[in-house]
């Protein structure tokens, strides 16, 4: 257990001016909210109002630029849809202050687990190596990822709107085959808890399910979409883990919607990010923006330690 | 619906396989990096190379002869005494492999050459390729020219396109199958680039394992990764952690896959082939559930099962 109790205002503070947490604060507050999370079923009932917001990558100024969008937490309830690390370059930011504002608001905002949250992906994608770096060693790696393994995988909207980081799976047609999975363990290469964090649908399909070209989860028709949402009295499927030009797109009547929130998605792709915002009768609007100017990231401190890092590798 | 021994029966090899037109060949005066970039290109992993001059067959090459290759130069620097270990030496080698023409390292991995003559059953091929270990069947015509390469890949994906023709034999699982080989050949994420190819190329195979400090797997190190060597700079390439290179590879992807595809000893053989075919990839690793690498089952493998008797 942690030493000293950590004050959590300061920490968010700290972190919204650009600082790190040190690697007891990071523990600490990890321990916490794996409590609170033990306590969040599989398929977590949130009420309206609520804004969703779709993969970050650890693009925190453009996180940032989001809140300052959307509205502050706790004015505004957030539901997050994952994929908070790697590739973004700021993952460590970007989990730190989220896991802290879920501590200090735990009925604001809602974290699901994404298909990046995983100690597999993330030691590949870019956040085991940026905390190697930030940290010198693997600890605050390890509280994260062992945080992830208790984030809560599915959402439901005021009892009509599904909310999931990827997507279907074969193997479920029903919420309460969700709700009996067991989650607290790292995401499979394969199965129901896999599928619903890497499916993607197939606009092109009408019927049926198809093995994705990720490797993992499946590619689902319109007709799999049309029977879950029948089978279980919901009227729309909102999630992410597709890069979308405009920041969001919408399928098959309007019944399907990705929402994507990393614009110029790895600083390259020119993409605009979005928000969804859903007010307390339902009604839903697009909040879109583009990325955070370049002079806001602190591009200058993480460059000296990648270059330290790169000197470890290099060797004669 | 005809089985699967129908199909590769009735099937023959240059149905399976590009037309004379489209089959990609190399100048023997490209060098090593322009080659890979055009193999790249082309997004296949082998090619006849010609020499312009005379317009004769030189050999055909593929992403092992590059590795035997690197692994050759990064070798011979490295056996060099200390006090010769100068940046000129990196230099001389960084030119090396900048300067080399592909037309001298078609052979360098000694990889198997075996002909299927135009005309004979896939079957036919699947028995050559499984028995003597080889990844591809030049096809040739009566003269012995290379017409065009039949890859085992192309005939897994045919098999996938005609569903439930593996019958029962496409329900049977890994572990009843005894599907595939093990002990898996991994290397640990910390290992240089170089070293991790070298393993590779020294335990024949085309493709490695990474895994982390528990053991489990993380990643795939393909022979073809060799491509993403920056030819500008190939030691800091090579230099870096397996992790750091596979990583790197797929920073340049924006629409990742999981970067060790995998399955279980439940797995069944149809879901497999289905999964190499989708993917594209060349081996599924059979893992426990805790992500500890079990076994590994190659398009050699798969290809073995439906060719017993």
């Known amino acids: 257990m942690a030493q000293a109790v950590v004050d959590v205002d300061k920490c968010i503070a700290r972190l919204e001016s650009g600082e790190l947490l040190t690697e007891h604060e990071v523990k600490y507050i990890c321990e916490k909210v794996r409590e609170l999370l033990l306590e969040e079923a599989n398929v977590q009932n949130i009420k309206s109002p609520v804004t969703i917001v779709g993969d970050v990558h650890g693009q925190f100024y453009d996180v940032k630029e989001m809140f300052r969008i959307g509205g502050k937490i706790p004015d505004t309830n957030y539901l997050f849809l994952g994929n908070y690390v790697d590739r973004g370059g700021y993952s460590v930011e970007t989990i730190s202050l989220l896991t802290c504002y879920k501590l200090r608001y735990r009925g604001r905002i809602t974290m699901l687990r994404g298909n990046h949250e995983s100690r597999q992906i993330t030691q590949i994608y870019g956040f085991y190596t940026e905390c190697m770096k930030k940290y010198g060693n693997v600890n605050v790696w390890k509280h994260f990822t062992g945080m992830f393994d208790y984030l809560t995988v599915a959402a439901l909207i005021d009892g009509t709107v599904f909310c999931v980081h990827g997507g279907l799976s074969p193997a479920i047609t029903t919420l309460d085959q969700i709700r009996v999975l067991e989650r607290f363990k790292d995401v499979p290469a394969e199965g129901a808890l896999t599928d619903l964090l890497w499916s993607d649908p197939d606009p092109t399909r009408e019927t049926g399910c198809n093995l994705s070209h990720r490797g993992a989860g499946f590619a689902f028709g319109k007709d799999v979409v049309d029977r879950f949402l029948h089978n279980n009295n919901i009227s ?20 399907f919607i990705t929402v994507w929130s990393a614009p110029n998605y790895c600083y390259r792709c020119g993409n605009l990010g979005t928000i969804m915002e859903i ?29 330290h890092a790169s000197i470890d590798y290099f060797m004669m | 619906m005809s ?30 990096p322009e080659a890979l970039k055009r193999l790249t290109e082309v997004g296949v992993l082998s090619a006849p190379v010609i020499d312009t001059s005379n317009n004769k067959y030189v050999g055909l ?13 990064f070798e011979e620097v490295e056996t060099e005494s200390i006090q010769s270990h100068t940046i000129f030496t990196r230099l001389h080698t960084g030119e090396k492999f900048k300067t080399q023409p592909i037309g001298e390292i078609t052979d360098f991995a000694h990889n198997p ?10 079957y036919d091929a699947c028995k050559v390729l499984v028995q003597k270990k080889s990844h ?70 085309s493709g490695l394992g990474v895994i982390d400090h528990n053991n489990n797997l993380i990643g795939n190190l393909s022979a073809r990764d060799i491509k993403a060597i920056d030819d500008a700079n190939i030691y800091s390439s090579l230099f870096t952690s397996t992790s750091a290179f596979v990583q790197k590879i797929r920073s340049e992807n924006i629409n990742e896959t999981h970067p060790a595809i995998s399955c279980s000893e439940s797995t069944t053989l149809e879901f497999i082939l289905g999964r190499l075919a989708a993917n594209f990839i060349h081996r599924l690793y059979v893992c426990s559930k805790d992500f500890h690498p079990l076994r590994v089952v190659s398009l050699r493998d798969v290809l073995a099962v439906l060719i017993k008797e």
């Open chain 1, 236 to 255: 729309l499927i909102v999630r992410s883990n597709q890069l979308c030009m405009d920041g969001y797109q919408s399928l098959w009547n309007d019944t």
């Open chain 2, 3 to 32: 089985t699967y021994q129908d199909l590769l029966r009735n099937t023959k090899v240059e149905d399976l396989a590009p037309s004379k037109d489209q089959v990609i060949v190399l100048d023997s005066k490209l060098t090593v």
């Open chain 1, 279 to 307: 007010d307390d009768k339902l009604n839903r609007f697009f909040n879109t923006y583009e990325a955070a100017p370049k002079s806001h990231r602190k591009e200058k401190d993480s460059a000296v330690k990648m270059d």
């Open chain 2, 61 to 73: 090459v593929d992403a092992l002869d590059i590795l035997a290759y690197v692994v050759g130069i």
């Open chain 2, 113 to 122: 050459y075996t002909p299927v003559q135009k005309g004979s059953s896939v």
């Open chain 2, 136 to 205: 591809r069947a030049p096809i040739v015509d009566e003269n012995g020219n290379i017409i065009s390469i039949l890859t085992q890949s192309a005939i897994v994906n045919m098999l996938t396109r005609h569903f439930g023709c593996l019958g029962d034999l496409g329900k049977k699982t890994v572990e009843e199958l005894q599907l595939g080989t093990s002990p898996v050949i991994t290397v640990a994420k910390t290992m240089r680039a170089v070293d991790a190819f070298k393993k590779m190329h020294e335990s024949r195979v």
